[in-house]
């Protein structure tokens, strides 16, 4: 889904989330896998906050994504680390360059749960393991069922900021394991406020479910982490599953 409204408020939607530790605790699983890479391939960058702390580290970043009004917010929150940053606006479900030997491809932050159909991420995953090299990693994170299901679904969020308020409903379908979020604002005006709306589907999957799409593919030494803890193991009411392996 192309974050095209959204993409003017989501820094301020995401002000609490220490994107510091986010990118730290990336860099620990991959350097669990193997030696420290020099370039780094970002799945769904969105508006560059992992992106932004990974330059900040001294890698070499190559970010794609799907919306191009949140490509733009990270050229411009990027644009002092030159050439060590590329963006490609690109949907993943149809990934085509012709670069090999990537050190590492990392994806924060439900990039795959948007994928409503597990052959769309099969594709990418097996898109991208001829191109990672020999030991290369792979590191990304999906919003657990629990998190679509209990936590998000079925429930509705608001903020009002100086020029905006927002509305965001969400529906979950449990037969499809489909989460439909509708989000409304209203953008203020001299005299009124002006109406905006968008919606995004993200579809929940098991960590089984990729653990074995994973090994099917060929990547080895699968490890599966939830909600940035240290330890190997998930559990029913874990929100934010991790997935460590290399080629």
Known sequence: MQYSVLSQ??????????YEMWASYIESLILEQGPKPQNILE???????????LLEKGYEVVGIDYSEEMLEIAEEKTEEFGNNIIYIQQDLREIDFEVYEIDTVISA????????DIKDIEHVLTYLYPRIKKGGQLVFDISSQYKLEKVLGNNTYGESFDDMVYLWENFYDKEQKLINMEINFFEK????????????IQKAYT???I?????KIGYENIKVYADFEKEEGYNNNSQRIFFSCRK
């Open 9 to 18: 408020i989501y820094d301020q939607l995401m002000v609490n989330v220490d």
């Open 43 to 53: 799945l769904g960058c969105g508006s560059g906050n992992v992106t932004e702390k």
């Open 109 to 116: 932050n439900d990039t795959f749960n948007y994928m409503t």
């Open 189 to 200: 005006s001299e005299k009124e406020y002006k109406r905006f709306s968008e919606t995004h």
């Open 207 to 209: 960590a089984e479910e």
């Open 211 to 215: 653990k074995e799409l994973l090994q």
